[in-house]
């Protein structure tokens, strides 16, 4: 596994939880232009690393695993998530399993709610073997969707339970802490060892005061119904969330160092295999 190397003058940081999709039709047309611009946002938030998750459905905006691996996949501060297509799983898994056999993937991604399936169907039980059998995580959308076509009951939190239990060698990834089920998520994460959360995609945009406030409440119960600094993960979701403001709210939860540390990178950087050197550049360095 290739190690990067990291200077850092403040904490370092991994967004386990990122896209380069073109949700608004103010950010830029071209891939390699919002590539630019999410790099320009952790150079300007102090972010060493995040990983980029794939579409299930690809379209000229929203691009696929491949398009992500020919145009930032050389990137090393960038890691890519393949995008699991429930509607397509017998023709993509033997791709999926030759992505994964050059290391090229970090993890897989399954879309439940934006397609309606469930997660425990026989079908899926495939997908579990393969990352089981390369190592690799398996992250999960649950709760509310930007898609208001998409049908939320499939996205439930609980439904990770099941195939938790019944794969308990696969890493699973419950993304956006279920949200608003966040307790429910909790339950979860906390009753099963190979479960783990990120606390991505709770807003669009940057944060209105009442519901950032709301936001603060539900997350620091999580923290302490799980009560365990390894089980959580930063995650932003930009371009849907704005990385900055998303930072700042981290920064207002109720956490031990041990907890913050653990969130902003040593747990993503367990789950996902990541390898880092990380050396501290001092402002008096040279003197």
Known sequence: MARTDLFRRGPVIIDCHTHLNRYLPELPVSLEERHALLRAEMEAHGVAYALVLAAHDVTPDWPGT?????????????????????????????????????????????????????????????????????????????????????????AHPLEVDDIAVDHREVSFVICHLGNPWMLDAAEVIYKNANVFGDLSGFTVGDWQPRFERLMVQKVDEVVAYVNEPSKLMFGSDWPISELGGYLRFLGKLDLTDEERDGILWRNAARVFRLSFEVRVERDDEGS
């Open 66 to 154: 491949e398009e992500l691996l020919e145009t930032v996949g050389r990137d090393p501060r960038l890691g890519i998530v393949a995008g699991v297509r429930h509607a397509h799983l017998a023709r993509d898994l033997p791709h999926l399993r030759e992505l994964l056999r050059g290391a090229r993937v970090k993890a897989l991604k399954l879309y439940p709610g934006y397609e309606p399936f469930r997660l425990s169907a026989p079908e899926m039980r495939p997908v579990y073997e393969l990352a089981a059998e390369y190592g690799v995580p398996v992250m999960i959308h649950t709760g509310d969707t930007f898609d208001p076509h998409a049908k939320v009951r499939f």
